[in-house]
């Protein structure tokens, strides 16, 4: 798996002309699933995206709290563009995992990071939709975070 955080003031989602989802302070992330990710990439991301100490304690000291220490906000939006490789000019989508599976696995991703942290707490996108962010970036604080590589037994290379 593939994130990019967002420390935000706010950011929202919106497909057409409805605003879907909304936070206020907290984390905006980017999901991109490779296509041999498992349940340890999902393990992994989640882990990260909690308990990295991204934003200020009470008396102002940077980078001592998760956004689950604050109780602050998360909004996720699965985007297979983080996998794209240039052929040429052309972008090439063939390390993203299938859109069925994909779906089923992003889906998979946003219930169990709802059970480790407050689901009230964490909103998403539309998986698949064309949709407008719209993100007010603090500081501006972005992070890219890969799930650990592993190695494809199949081809007997390493993949991530």
Known sequence: MRVVIQRVCQASVTVGEEVIS??????CVLVGIHKNDTQAD???????????R???????K???L?????GLEVLTISQFTLYCELKGNKPDYRHAMGGEAAQEFYADFCTQLCKQY??????????GAMMQVNILNDGPVTINIDSPQRTDNSANKTIG
Not at 42 to 52: A, G, M, V
Not at 118 to 127: A, C, I, N, R, T
């Open 42 to 52: 999902i393990d992994f991301i989640i882990r990260k995206i909690l308990n990295t």
């Open 54 to 60: 991204l934003f200020e304690d009470g008396s102002g």
């Open 62 to 64: 940077r980078w001592q």
């Open 118 to 127: 407050k689901s009230d707490k964490v909103q998403d996108g539309k998986f």
């Open 22 to 27: 909304s936070i206020g302070r907290g984390l």
């Open 66 to 70: 998760s956004v689950k220490d604050a």
